[in-house]
């Protein structure tokens, strides 16, 4: 994840944060979020790059903040497995892990953030505190 690199000079707190990035999961929120957005754009006949990029940006968003509840929930309940391997619980201390989970949380709402849509902005906002 980029995103995440960029935001940090710390490797350790990169490598945490980027455990759960790897490919391995299914990625089903960002999936369904680009069928939906193409789903609208050809109702709309809007396929603009800007609103595609947009919508990417959304399809990230909802994988990272489900990613950092992963990693939260992995404190909360000491797993010590994830997806067939070592829960980043078990690999790194509480502390280090629970600020993994909030970094990426705020990587998230920074990218958000930079969209400039109010609309986007509280809607995003309200459903990133519905799963937590």
Do not use: C
């Not at 960002?30 to 006949?45: E, G, R, S």
């Not at 990613?67 to 797993?79: E, R, Y």
């Not at 619980?89 to 705020?106: E, F, P, R």
Request: aromatic content about 6%.
């Amino acid at each position: 994840m980029t995103l995440l690199q960029q935001g940090t000079r710390q490797p350790e707190l990169d490598k945490i944060a980027s455990y759960y990035f790897d490919g391995q999961g299914k990625a089903l929120r960002p999936m369904v979020t680009m069928l939906m957005a193409k789903a609208i754009n050809y109702h709309l006949n809007k396929e603009s790059s800007l609103l595609v990029h947009k919508q990417r940006q959304i399809a990230l968003f909802s994988e990272m903040v489900h990613s950092a509840s992963l990693v939260h929930d992995d404190v909360i309940d000491q797993s010590d497995f994830r997806r067939g391997k070592p829960s980043v619980n078990a690999l790194w201390n509480h502390k280090k892990v629970t600020m993994a989970g909030d970094y990426i949380l705020s990587v998230a709402s920074i990218m958000i953030a930079r969209l400039k849509s109010n609309d986007v902005t509280i809607i995003l906002s309200k459903f990133a505190h519905s799963l937590t």
